[in-house]
């Protein structure tokens, strides 16, 4: 059955949602046949595909190229693109016009923007433009900035109460789910009993109503260290270097390529005899 902001919407409370990170068309596709609820084309894109330090240099256009490839391998799962910074801190009006590209020429299905009370202008101009809305709050990625580095967000009472006071304001503006990231297990319980709609946590302990990882973090291809909250469910990173290791040798060996992986010509000695 197709994910759609419906479904997402109904499984709270019923059943756990399920969504990863993905860039482009073979990973998605092979996600897509698991099971997965929602696969969010991240701006972490900027980090892990585009080897950028943070997610600042990331384009709409960059966004728009790797969603579009996702979506053309998403027949189950709810794609969800990531607003890129800048891309709805100006107006409302642009914010508007950069998410209906994602939409257009992306084929994204629903948005994601960073931000709390500031930002529900912004999230009702989409809704009303029939846009879909994912709210991020705690360790907001675009913020690292202001933040002074990636720390855990919501630590004192005054952070915890604004965090809270940012979700309350989203969902009545109209987000249709919340990602909770880097946010005390307790601190982002208390959120997700509260609202109505979905909280998809990333650090943010086990009783949101879903979870989300970068798919390059929970695999193993990242050398760099993991965040806490991440967990390997494989090591491909290891399994890919074994494997480009053996193909670089055998190249340079001179067993690759065999017989078997050759192409051969009928008549072939009298054929090249008459090539000149």
Known sequence: ????????????????????????YSTAKLM???GVNALLVGDSLGMVMLGYPDTLS????????HC??????????????DMPFMSCQVSVTDTVRNAGRLVKEGRAQAVKLEGGADFCDEVRGLTRASIPVMGHLGLTPQ?????GGYKVQGKSLAAAQKLLDDARALQEAGAFSLVLECVPAALAARVSKELEI?????????ECDGQVLVWQDMLGLCDTVAPKFVKRFGEVGEAMRAAF??????????????????????????????LY
């Open 58 to 65: 990331v384009t709409l256009e960059d966004m728009i190229r």
């Open 143 to 147: 913020s690292v900035n202001a933040f």
């Open 68 to 81: 579009a490839a996702v979506a053309r391998g998403a027949c189950s799962a709810l794609v969800v693109c």
């Open 198 to 206: 979905p909280v998809i946590g990333i650090g943010a302990g086990p």
């Open 245 to 274: 290791t053996v193909y670089a040798q055998e190249v340079k060996g001179g067993t690759f390529p065999a017989e078997e992986h050759c192409y051969s010509l009928e008549d072939e000695a009298e054929l090249l005899e008459k």
């Open 32 to 34: 897509d046949r698991t």
């Open 1 to 24: 059955m197709k994910n759609t902001v419906a479904t997402f919407r109904q499984a709270k409370g019923r059943e756990k949602l399920v969504m990863l990170t993905a860039y482009d």
